[in-house]
């Protein structure tokens, strides 16, 4: 059975920092993009990040650019989510996914493009 685990959320404080990570069980996601997403409360989920298999490529949603960094480590087949300068408005659950490219610098950013999904983790930030 296919899993992606996140961990790294918590409360924080506005201007605070967290890293999200990602660790796919199952399977090995090194060959495929990965991305993130997030879901406030009452919103729909939306696009944060995305990396391509190598790295080597990344993007980011207007909102979080300058702030967020995404990166992976191929080796530990895991994928994380540095988080800076945090605002309350990054409040939400952040959602790890495994896209369907593979081998490719595409980075897709529309959520028809993931095929495994997380759990989910909890990002709270306080004004």
């Known amino acids: 059975q296919v899993q992606l685990v996140e961990s790294g959320g918590g409360l924080v404080q506005t201007g605070g920092s967290l890293r999200l990570s990602c660790a796919p069980s199952?399977?090995?996601?090194?060959?495929?993009?990965m991305g993130w997403f997030r879901q406030a409360p009452g919103k729909e989920r939306e696009f944060v990040a995305a990396?391509?298999?190598?790295?080597?490529?990344?993007y980011y949603t207007d909102s979080v650019k300058g702030r967020f960094t995404i990166s992976r480590d191929n080796a530990k087949n895991t994928v994380f989510l540095q988080m800076n300068s945090l605002k309350p408005d990054d409040t939400a659950v952040y959602y790890c996914?495994?896209?369907?490219?593979?081998?490719?610098?595409?980075?897709?950013?529309?959520?028809?493009?993931?095929?495994?999904w997380g759990q989910g983790t909890q990002v709270t930030v306080s004004s």
């Open positions: 996914a495994a896209s369907n490219v593979v081998y490719s610098d595409y980075v897709p950013s529309g959520a028809i493009a993931y095929d495994y």
């Open positions: 990396i391509s298999w190598s790295g080597g490529n990344t």
């Open positions: 199952g399977r090995t996601f090194s060959n495929y993009a």
